[in-house]
């Protein structure tokens, strides 16, 4: 049971004089006083895990809420972190109104998907925008960011940095367009879900996932890792099969999430090491570093791939296949720099107040003609779940998470005999800011080098 005494318009006249203000959260039969510490790293750890739950269809939303509630009032004693400020902007009554905006949203975007339906859409995309342009200008103040989207960059990866220029994405869009195929190629075997799940196990065990700090939850919506392993299988790893992939893909989308979950497993308490950007940087040093080198291909067709009718030139055939009708999550790691691009082009012009909702679909067509030759013809601006489901800013940094990777990868020659180490020493080296980790780690400052290398080698 949750109950929350809810503060009346007159109680909160004198915003700055809040702490004077009594708020009592009753829950489980105890009463915890606004003199408690509810804003320590544990109710940060908390959310990651509920999230995770949430989407792997445990109902949690109760628990949700309260934590939701619980990082308010932390943060309204003072606001000393940028998480005071992401979680404690606004009024005690917003709390819940983004949550429910949030889910909205996600509702009216999985009808959309399904009809094209988009008017739908811009009614719950505006409230979602009012709430995020709000705590966008609080971080703004806050850090000093040039802008608010910068801010939420910054949120999400202290010490940004992404060294792509317009140079390398015309280099990319020309090597999608020399290289790609309108769908997949030759013979994709059918791979049972029995084979499909030895093989994640034998992942899992060559990823030594420690299931004190880990649990392994099966059959997600989709594979996926949020959590920090400071606690008690804090940790939650959704690991499952998708039909829609090939066989490969869908494999390799499972090492991914568990690069996620061996760095996260890693990280000492109270730690974020170098935000999002590194998070994404070991997650596709095994997906992409990893995950097409020779041993590991090797071991997926000696665990079960073999026996399907797989072999070594069909895999890696497979793997450096660049396909035209893919949308943005089951694409190749080539085109992915485009889409995440344009994806920030979109998410920074909302949230800066260049546009609204409503100019959403012309924006997004003015932002993809440059790229018609590449892009399925059916390519919409709501696809991408991060902006629908109101997680803005996190998404720019996938690319320096992407560059990061190869450069870690080439830098320490990561194998799959001594990954596990070098991930361990960098979840566990300290660093705060992205930036300074990449440089103390590979030895140099962030470059595109590293990429366009392996690019070159593996395609």
């Not at 983004?98 to 009216?108: E, F, N, P, Y």
């Not at 869009?173 to 997949?184: G, K």
Request: with cysteine.
């Amino acid at each position: 049971m949750f109950i929350l005494r809810l503060i009346t318009k007159k109680d909160r006249t004198n915003h700055a004089d809040f702490g004077k203000i009594l708020i009592i959260c009753l829950y489980d039969s105890k009463y915890i006083e606004k003199g408690q510490d509810l804003s320590n790293i544990s109710l940060l750890y908390e959310r990651e895990a509920l999230k995770m739950q949430i989407l792997a269809d445990l109902p949690k939303i109760p628990a949700f809420i309260r934590n939701s509630y619980q990082l308010w009032m932390g943060a309204q004693w003072s606001k000393e972190t940028p998480h005071d400020v992401f979680y404690g902007t606004g009024w005690i009554h917003e709390v819940l109104g983004r949550q429910l905006a949030r889910k909205s949203c996600m509702a009216h975007w999985r009808d959309a998907k399904v009809t094209g339906n988009t008017a739908q859409l811009i009614e719950p995309t505006t409230t979602v925008l009012d709430y995020t342009r709000d705590i966008a200008g609080e971080l703004q103040e806050f850090t000093g960011a040039d802008t608010p989207y910068d801010a939420l960059i910054h949120f999400q990866t202290p010490g940004f940095e992404n060294p792509l220029t317009a140079g390398d994405l015309s280099k990319i869009h020309d090597f999608v367009r020399d290289r790609q195929v309108d769908d997949p190629v030759g013979d994709h075997p059918n791979v049972s879900v029995d084979v499909q799940n030895h093989i994640i196990k034998c992942m899992i065990d060559m990823a030594s996932i420690n299931e004190s700090k880990v649990e392994i939850l099966y059959e997600t919506a989709h594979p996926a890792c949020l959590g920090y392993g400071g606690v008690e299988q804090g940790v939650k790893l959704g690991v499952t099969h998708d039909p829609h992939m090939t066989p490969f893909k869908s494999l390799i989308t499972n090492w991914h999430e568990i690069g996620h979950a061996v760095y996260r497993q890693s990280i000492p308490y109270g730690h974020f090491v170098a935000g999002r950007a590194m998070d994404e940087a070991i997650a596709f040093l095994f997906e992409y570093y990893i995950g097409y080198s020779d041993d590991f291909m090797q071991m997926m067709l000696d665990e079960g791939l073999a026996q399907c009718g797989y072999d070594m030139d069909m895999l890696k055939r497979h793997s450096t296949e660049i396909v035209r009708n893919t949308k943005r999550i089951e694409t190749n790691p080539i085109r992915h720099f485009i889409d995440i691009d344009l994806c920030e082009q979109l998410e920074r012009a909302l949230v800066n107040e260049d546009i609204e909702a409503e100019d959403c679909e012309v924006f997004w067509a003015r932002l993809v003609e440059p790229y018609a030759d590449i892009f399925p013809t059916d390519y919409p601006y709501y696809y991408d779940v991060h902006m629908m489901s109101g997680i803005y800013g996190d998404r720019p940094c996938y690319n320096p998470g992407m560059l990061a990777a190869m450069q870690i990868g080439d830098a320490k020659n990561v194998t799959t005999d001594n990954f596990n180490d070098i991930v361990m020493r960098v979840a566990q080296s300290g660093h705060d800011r992205f930036d300074t980790a990449v440089k103390d780690i590979t030895g140099q400052s962030l470059s595109t080098e590293p990429f366009f290398k392996w690019m070159t080698l593996k395609f």
